[in-house]
C-alpha cells in the first residue's frame, strides 16, 4: 500500500484529501505544518511514498520545505499545490525541487492521477534499483566527457559521483541536450519544458542552470558545457575544446 502525506493547513481541504485517497486505497498522513513535514520526511528511513505540499502554510512555506528537503537529500517525489494564476509559483516550486504541481482549486480525479504518475516513477526506480539482483543495463544514458546522465534514474553520474536529479532538472538538461551545440531561449524552455506560455520571469531558469552547472562543470564559475549566450540564453556544449 502507498503511503501519502499531505502537508496542507486548509483542514476541510486535508481532511477531504485523506478520506479521497483512503478511499483509492491509499494510506495517508495529514501534517499541518512545514517543520512538522520536514521533521518526518529527514528522519531516518522515510515511511512515504509521495508527498502532497501547499505552497501556503505557517511559518516555513512550501518552497523552504521543498528546498530544505532536496538539501537534506530526501528526493522522496513531491506534488506541489501552488494557488492559479501565479506561473512564477510554479517555477519556484520546481527550482526548489518539485516533481510535479497543481493549481488550487482542482479536480480530485486530476490529483490522484498526478499521484499515481509520481508513484509509478518510484515504483519504477525501485524496480531497476533492484534488491541484490542485477541492476538492468541503464538505458537512455547520455554521455560527455567524464559524465553520464541516466534520465531512467534521473541521475547525474560524475567520476564515482552520483548527483539525483529531480524529474524537472532532468528535463531541463534533456532539453538542452537535445539542442546541442545551439542556443537555446529562456522563453522555448519555458514553453517547451514547462509548458507555460505566459509572461513570466524567467530568471526561474537561470537557478536551474546554476544548479546544474555545480554538478556538471568542473569551475562551475567558468561553464564549458553549459554555456550562457548572451541576450538569448544557454547552449550546451558535450565535448568542448580544451
Ligand atoms: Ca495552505
Excluded at 50 to 69: N, T
Excluded at 172 to 183: A, C, D, F, M, T
Amino acid at each position: 500500500m502507498s503511503r501519502i502525506l499531505i502537508v496542507e493547513d486548509e483542514q476541510h481541504l486535508a481532511e477531504g484529501l485523506r478520506f479521497n485517497l483512503e478511499a483509492e486505497g491509499y494510506q495517508v498522513q495529514v501534517l499541518d505544518n512545514g517543520e512538522a513535514a520536514l521533521d518526518t520526511l529527514t528522519k531516518g528511513e522515510s515511511a512515504f511514498d509521495v508527498v502532497v505540499l501547499d505552497v501556503m502554510l505557517p511559518g516555513k512555506d512550501g518552497f523552504a520545505v521543498i528546498s530544505e528537503l532536496r538539501q537534506a537529500g530526501q528526493f522522496i517525489p513531491t506534488l506541489m499545490l501552488t494557488a492559479r494564476g501565479h506561473p512564477d509559483d510554479v517555477l519556484r516550486g520546481f527550482a526548489a525541487g518539485a516533481d510535479d504541481y497543481l493549481t488550487k482549486p482542482f479536480e480530485l480525479t486530476i490529483l490522484i492521477a498526478r499521484i499515481r504518475g509520481l508513484l509509478r516513477r518510484r515504483e519504477w526506480l525501485r524496480a531497476s534499483l533492484g534488491n541484490g539482483t542485477v541492476a538492468p543495463e541503464p538505458k537512455e544514458a547520455f554521455r560527455f566527457g567524464d559524465k553520464a546522465v541516466h534520465f531512467d534514474l534521473l541521475e547525474l553520474h560524475v567520476r564515482d559521483q552520483v548527483f539525483p536529479l529531480t524529474l524537472m532538472e532532468a528535463n531541463v538538461l534533456r532539453y538542452l541536450i537535445q539542442h546541442e551545440g545551439k542556443p537555446v531561449s529562456r522563453k522555448a524552455m519555458l514553453e517547451e519544458v514547462w509548458g507555460l506560455h505566459e509572461d513570466t520571469d524567467t530568471r526561474a531558469i537561470d537557478n536551474f542552470i546554476v544548479r546544474l552547472r555545480r554538478y556538471i562543470e568542473d569551475d562551475p564559475t567558468h561553464p564549458r558545457h553549459l554555456r550562457t549566450v548572451r541576450g538569448v540564453g544557454y547552449r550546451f556544449v558535450s565535448s568542448p575544446p580544451a
